[in-house]
């Protein structure tokens, strides 16, 4: 599988973004996903992270009442609906790709658990 992430920009503090990830192949079903981000400096950190069915879902802490994950199998895309921006949300968001066949878990959020991931893109908040 092969994934392609969008939606990043500039926001302001306060605003909202909405990314998606779409995935190449039709058995997007049967695979985790999730949504990690990398500030200049830092380590890729776990954001948010989605089962295969869709049922069930993880936030992290800096990030819980104010971001959504969800997905629609149909289009083979996953999402990451941002609000309330904040200035330390700025980083390179990724989406990757987990295969159900070799996985018993609700979700993933680690990057080692991650077998493909998309090239990123870019989210800057302006305080």
């Known amino acids: 599988v092969q994934l392609q992430a969008s939606g990043g920009g500039l926001a302001q503090a306060g605003g909202s973004l909405r990314l998606s990830c779409v995935a190449s192949?039709?058995?997007?079903?049967?695979?985790?996903m999730g949504w990690f981000r990398q500030a200049p400096g830092s380590e890729r950190e776990s954001v948010a992270a989605i089962s295969w069915s869709g049922i069930y879902t993880y936030l992290a802490d800096s990030v819980k009442g104010r971001f959504t994950i969800s997905r629609d199998n149909a289009k083979n895309t996953v999402y990451l609906e941002m609000n309330s921006l904040k200035p330390e949300d700025t980083a390179v968001y990724y989406c990757?790709?987990?295969?159900?066949?070799?996985?018993?878990?609700?979700?993933?959020?680690?990057?080692?658990?991650?077998?493909?991931w998309g090239q990123g893109t870019q989210v800057t908040v302006s305080s």
């Open positions: 990757a790709a987990r295969s159900k066949a070799s996985s018993g878990g609700y979700y993933y959020t680690r990057t080692a658990e991650y077998d493909v």
């Open positions: 192949e039709r058995t997007f079903s049967l695979y985790y």
